[in-house]
């Protein structure tokens, strides 16, 4: 047992010592360091080092070598940027495989749900799990025998990927049965689609929707492309950017490309090392080059999606529609380490064609991933057009429009989502629309694709959400007359003043039916998004929410309205311009 611990340890360094000499390398090569650089590089690592060993060796309670490693490896990056990480073998492992866009599984998506890893849409089409019967709403519950309870979800990924044609047992819970579902599944390679959907959104309207950035989003783009133009009467395509959080930087170089002209610039990169300084340039002629375009953009948006719509913008090929963009304009370089780790470093910044670096400078602050339910509960949280003000102008490359550096890429058309009621909100957050159309999936297994939501489905949902172990409503403000509730009882005043804060949460809590009436249209439009991304699959969702999708419906607008276009991208017109929010 010792010489094992031993061997571990042993590992441990030499993992440990290939980060810093990997790291003393690049930082001494690059920029010329001197001795006193040296003297203080050694000095810092003789320090670590030594602290290692002596908590490990002599701390009072026994500490778990490679726990106390990786927390001393984080501790080193913690005060650098968010994106610089470091990945245990596994987790590097799975990062490598989603940049190349394919890896060996079963091909489902998965999510904690109820302390279970959960499949949470219809498994890929001819995938192993759509062959074995797998379903949305498929809680796996176990792995070659072990639970899966309360699994960390990397965990989870890296037990069902492996090599191909190897065999994962599991054992599925399926909606209401007591029996749980064996199942003996061979890996096979699995595409990750970078495209959810492609076709027309409207009549002679092309759509495209990219949600990442992999290796395969070139040809995928390129192919929904061009079965866009064998109709001839497009009139323009909407490329939808939305809630993409980016990916590689070639690829982001290669679908810009496919819009502009060649020899354009698209974006470049400037590093403390002066090999990250970098120019991409389009190197190939454009499969779109005149049609017009739409990007539609959110604070979803980051890092790739960026670039592409930094780009488009300053060569004043499209316009962009939707909400200002996350804001990262930091460029990783993957580092394999010893043992199959690896280090995922920030080596540069890029810049759009028009010079303009938008990474966001309050990046700490910001480091918030929001989904399509969050985006909608934003709301509108701030004047974008008066903190547009707040950053360095620059001009657009052909019509010398105005744009801003910093805080992400502002689109030329501003248009947000109304804010939702706090009914919504708390749906949102109990992941009661979710469960419940996991539920309809059981219970109405005969839906079609064009259902409508019926009073008989309302009634259904309300009684769901009647059990307040599904569903628990709060009251807005609720934790402040908490707090005050326990200061009277703490200084033990008048009963009278506890019985005035019952009655109030009472009379707020009534208000639970109202707040439902209040918010009927924007409860049956989720729940029908819901329900159509469970039963039907991302396509189907999409299509389901384009009447109330209002950043979806301008963008639809300026394509149908050619003057209204090109005066959005005529000559020093202005950009960030906030329009009237209209529809359901």
């Known amino acids: 047992m010792e010489s094992r611990n031993q061997r571990k340890i042993l590992l441990i360094n030499m993992v440990l010592a290939a980060?810093?000499?990997?790291?003393?390398?690049?930082?001494?090569?690059?920029?010329?360091?001197?001795?006193?650089?040296?003297?203080?590089?050694?000095?810092?690592?003789?320090?670590?080092?030594k602290v290692y060993h002596l908590v490990l060796n002599d701390y009072v309670e026994e500490v778990d070598p490679e726990d106390l490693a990786l927390d001393g490896v984080n501790g080193m990056l913690e005060n650098l940027d968010p994106y610089t990480s470091f990945f245990i073998q596994r987790d590097f492992k799975q990062l490598e495989e989603d940049s190349k866009g394919e890896f060996a599984g079963l091909g489902i998506m998965i999510g904690p749900l109820n302390d279970y890893p959960t499949v949470m849409e219809p498994p890929i089409e001819d995938s192993p799990a759509m062959k074995n019967g797998m379903t949305a709403g498929d809680a796996i519950v176990e792995i070659e025998g072990k639970s899966t309870f309360k699994m960390p979800i990397n965990d989870?990924?890296?037990?069902?990927?492996?090599?191909?044609?190897?065999?994962?047992?599991?054992?599925?819970?399926?909606?209401?049965r007591e029996d749980l579902i064996k199942l003996s599944i061979k890996r096979e390679k699995i595409p990750l689609k970078n495209i959810l959907y492609s076709g027309e959104i409207e009549k002679d309207i092309g759509y495209i929707k990219l949600t990442k950035f992999n290796a395969e989003a070139p040809s995928e783009m390129r192919d929904s492309l061009e079965v866009l133009l064998e109709n001839d009467n497009i009139k323009g395509v909407i490329l939808d950017l939305r809630l993409n959080p980016g990916g590689l930087l070639n690829v982001a170089h290669e679908i810009s490309n496919m819009f502009l002209p060649k020899n354009s610039l698209i974006v470049y990169t400037k590093g403390r090392n002066s090999s990250e300084n970098r120019e991409f340039l389009a190197n190939k002629m454009p499969i779109l080059p005149q049609k017009p375009l739409v990007v539609l953009i959110n604070r979803g948006s980051a890092s790739a999606s960026e670039i592409v719509a930094g780009a488009i913008q300053d060569w004043d090929r499209g316009v962009l529609v939707g909400e200002t963009t996350f804001g990262k304009g930091l460029v990783q370089t993957l580092h394999p380490l010893s043992?199959?780790?690896?280090?995922?470093?920030?080596?540069?910044?890029?810049?759009?064609?028009?010079?303009?670096?938008?990474?966001?400078?309050?990046?700490r602050e910001d480091m918030v991933a929001f989904s399509e339910e969050e985006e909608e509960l934003r709301g509108s949280v701030e004047s974008e057009e008066d903190s547009l003000k707040q950053h360095a102008k620059f001009f657009t490359k052909t019509k010398e429009r105005v744009v801003y550096e910093g805080g992400g890429v502002t689109p030329d058309i501003i248009v947000k989502e109304k804010p939702v009621g706090n009914i919504i909100t708390q749906f949102a957050v109990q992941s009661v629309f979710y469960d419940f159309a996991f539920l309809c999936k059981d219970n109405h297994p005969d839906l079609k694709q064009d259902f409508e939501i019926t009073e008989e489905l309302v009634n259904e949902f309300k009684e769901y959400i009647s059990d307040e172990k599904v569903f628990k409503y709060e009251i807005p403000g609720k934790s402040y007359l908490d707090n005050f509730k326990k200061t009277i009882e703490r200084e033990e005043y008048d009963g009278d003043v506890l019985d005035m804060i019952a009655g109030i949460e009472k009379t707020l809590a009534e208000r639970r039916d109202d707040d439902f009436d209040a918010n009927i249209d924007t409860i049956k439009r989720i729940l029908k998004r819901e329900i159509s991304g469970t039963m039907f699959g991302s396509s189907t969702r999409i299509k389901a929410t384009k009447e109330w999708d209002v950043q979806l419906l301008k963008a639809i607008e300026i394509l149908q309205n050619p003057d209204m276009y090109n005066s959005i991208l005529s000559e020093g017109a202005e950009t960030g311009v906030v329009a009237e929010v209209s529809g359901k």
């Open 19 to 49: 980060l810093i000499l990997s790291t003393l390398f690049y930082v001494f090569e690059s920029t010329g360091a001197s001795n006193y650089d040296y003297n203080a590089f050694g000095n810092g690592v003789d320090i670590w080092g």
């Open 156 to 176: 989870v990924v890296g037990k069902l990927r492996g090599e191909v044609n190897t065999i994962v047992n599991i054992a599925v819970k399926r909606g209401n």
């Open 339 to 363: 043992e199959g780790a690896g280090l995922k470093l920030t080596t540069a910044k890029y810049y759009t064609p028009s010079g303009r670096c938008i990474q966001r400078d309050n990046f």
